[in-house]
């Protein structure tokens, strides 16, 4: 069996610390840690779980806001757009948040592991052995996505969806910052419409990332790029 390990997903990491402090509530003192130590794994975890959500609202109201400008901008319809909604960020309340949530982690996992009482049982219960759907394989997998533009001034992107439940795409105009999601799809390839206006020529980038359900299971993949002529 593998040993479980903290990696760049957060997700999986956030999995992985909620296992660690559930196993904990057993082996917490034949492993030495102390009350303080499962309080700050306690407000860690918080803290990682409402920015991971944070996130997800983020990058929705962030594709909100380019839908309507791009309604505003280039529309055709005399009908006000949705106008997007921001949250405003806030942490857990009663939280002491910290920076530096994973370099903690990985000194309470050391600590764990090198204890003298630390054994098979223990790393099972902890969650730090063996390998789920959301395990650094996962992690670790680096997707790939080819585009390419078609008729209907729309652009085509394919990926191999292997175990995956689906992927999530999202583009940018070259030469600029912002990510849009364009939407979770459970099946390829896709066809997008291009956010080039008729007539204009531009290079868009694509990248997607894998799903398990609706969670994101894996990094991005490279960007992939394709020239559109709003055509």
């Known amino acids: 069996?593998?040993?479980?390990?903290?990696?760049?997903?957060?997700?999986?990491?956030?999995?992985?610390?909620?296992?660690?402090?559930?196993?904990?509530?057993?082996?917490?003192?034949?492993?030495?840690?102390?009350?303080?130590?499962?309080?700050?794994?306690?407000?860690?975890?918080?803290?990682?779980?409402?920015?991971?959500?944070?996130?997800?609202?983020?990058?929705?109201?962030?594709?909100?806001?380019?839908?309507?400008r791009d309604a505003m901008v280039f529309g055709k319809s005399?009908?006000?757009?949705?106008?997007?909604?921001?949250?405003?960020?806030?942490?857990?309340?009663?939280?002491?948040?910290?920076?530096?949530?994973?370099?903690?982690?990985?000194?309470?996992l050391r600590k764990i592991r090198a204890s003298a009482n630390f054994d098979a049982q223990a790393s099972a219960t902890l969650g730090l052995t063996g390998a789920d759907a959301h395990s650094v394989d996962h992690a670790q997998f680096q997707p790939s996505v080819s585009v390419k533009?078609?008729?209907?001034?729309?652009?085509?992107?394919?990926?191999?969806?292997?175990?995956?439940?689906?992927?999530?795409i999202s583009w940018r105009l070259q030469g600029t910052q912002e990510w849009t999601r364009d939407g979770n799809y459970t099946r390829s390839p896709v066809r997008m419409n291009s956010p080039v206006p008729i007539g204009e020529v531009a290079v868009i980038e694509v990248?997607?990332?894998?799903?398990?359900?609706?969670?994101?299971a894996t990094d991005y993949s490279p960007i992939a790029r394709v020239v559109t002529h709003g055509e």
């Open 149 to 168: 533009a078609i008729t209907g001034n729309r652009i085509e992107a394919r990926w191999k969806k292997g175990k995956y439940t689906g992927a999530e």
């Open 207 to 216: 990248r997607i990332r894998m799903l398990i359900g609706d969670e994101p």
């Open 1 to 68: 069996m593998s040993s479980v390990r903290v990696t760049n997903n957060l997700n999986h990491n956030l999995r992985l610390m909620k296992s660690v402090r559930s196993g904990l509530e057993t082996y917490a003192s034949a492993l030495s840690i102390t009350a303080e130590e499962i309080a700050e794994l306690d407000k860690d975890i918080a803290t990682l779980k409402y920015l991971i959500s944070f996130t997800n609202r983020f990058e929705a109201s962030k594709g909100a806001y380019f839908a309507f």
């Open 78 to 108: 005399p009908d006000q757009p949705s106008r997007p909604a921001f949250e405003v960020y806030e942490l857990p309340e009663d939280e002491e948040a910290r920076p530096g949530i994973l370099s903690r982690f990985r000194l309470l």
